[in-house]
C-alpha cells in the first residue's frame, strides 16, 4: 500500500504526463524515455490524461465522419 502512495506522490507535472501518453499514442518513444517517465510519472495522472487524450481521438474520428457523411 505504501508503494502505491509513493508513486502518486511522484513529481513531474500534469503537462508532462500529457506529452508522455500522446507520443505513446503515436507510438514512436526512446526507451530512456520510457524508463524515465516510468520512474517519474504520477499514475494517477497518466490514467487521467489517457482517457481525455482517448476521448479526444474518438471525437475528432465522429466530427470527421459528421463532416464526410454530410457532404
Avoid at 507520443?23 to 489517457?50: C, M, Q, T, Y
Wanted: glycine content about 2%; overall charge positive; proline content about 3%.
Amino acid at each position: 500500500m505504501s508503494h502505491l502512495k509513493d508513486a502518486t506522490a511522484r513529481p513531474l507535472s500534469f503537462l508532462k504526463t500529457i506529452k508522455a501518453v500522446l507520443w505513446s499514442f503515436f507510438g514512436v518513444r526512446k526507451h530512456s524515455d520510457h524508463a524515465e517517465d516510468i520512474a517519474k510519472l504520477n499514475p494517477v495522472h497518466i490514467v487521467v490524461a489517457g482517457l481525455l487524450a482517448a476521448a479526444a481521438f474518438i471525437a475528432t474520428l465522429l466530427l470527421i465522419v459528421q463532416i464526410v457523411v454530410a457532404k
